[in-house]
């Protein structure tokens, strides 16, 4: 093989290469601050509390609400030896359920949870300085993403 043909697959690895890498909180820090859904208008605000954690929260305004805001989701997001983990608490679940870092590359990380009932599959995409888009979808057999549910957010 020539060498243009090592170096040619070599840079079509990359993406899958940088998935490998153990990833820091310092890859995560784009995500700091509050986000505003264009299509609600929920907050969602994420802030760093320690090496390797940081902790999200989506709420609405509520003037009913002791704080003005009542919360709809909370989420650790937060590493365990080489693997991270995004796990929202809802109230319609029992339990917080624990969604593993997958894939990811600059700007964009997949976490997946196939044993659970929906969603199987969260994903985090930074969309240009000021925009974040998440989806949520259940997954097939073969891996492939269905019934994606996309939220379009502005840094607030």
């Known amino acids: 093989m020539t060498f243009f043909g090592v170096a040619l697959i070599w840079v079509a690895m990359m993406p899958t290469i940088h998935a490998q890498q153990v990833l820091t909180a310092e890859d995560f820090a784009w995500l700091e601050g509050s986000w505003r859904n264009t299509r609600n208008g929920s907050i969602e605000a994420w802030r760093t509390v320690g090496d390797d ?8 305004k ?7 805001r009542r919360v709809i ?4 997001l937060y590493r365990s030896g080489q693997r991270w983990f995004y796990v929202p608490d809802v109230s319609h679940n029992a339990l917080p359920v624990h969604f593993a870092l997958v894939e990811s590359e600059v ?3 997949r976490f997946d949870n196939l044993g659970h009932d929906y969603p199987k599959r969260i994903e985090y995409q930074r969309d240009g300085e000021t925009g974040l888009v998440v989806v949520i979808a259940d997954v097939r057999e073969d891996g492939s993403a269905f019934r994606e549910t996309r939220f379009q957010f502005v840094r607030d």
Request: hydrophobic residues 30%.
């Open 107 to 109: 700007g964009r990380y």
């Open 73 to 76: 989701e909370e989420v650790l």
């Open 53 to 60: 954690v940081m902790r999200g929260m989506t709420y609405i």
């Open 62 to 68: 509520d003037d009913d609400a002791p704080d003005g």
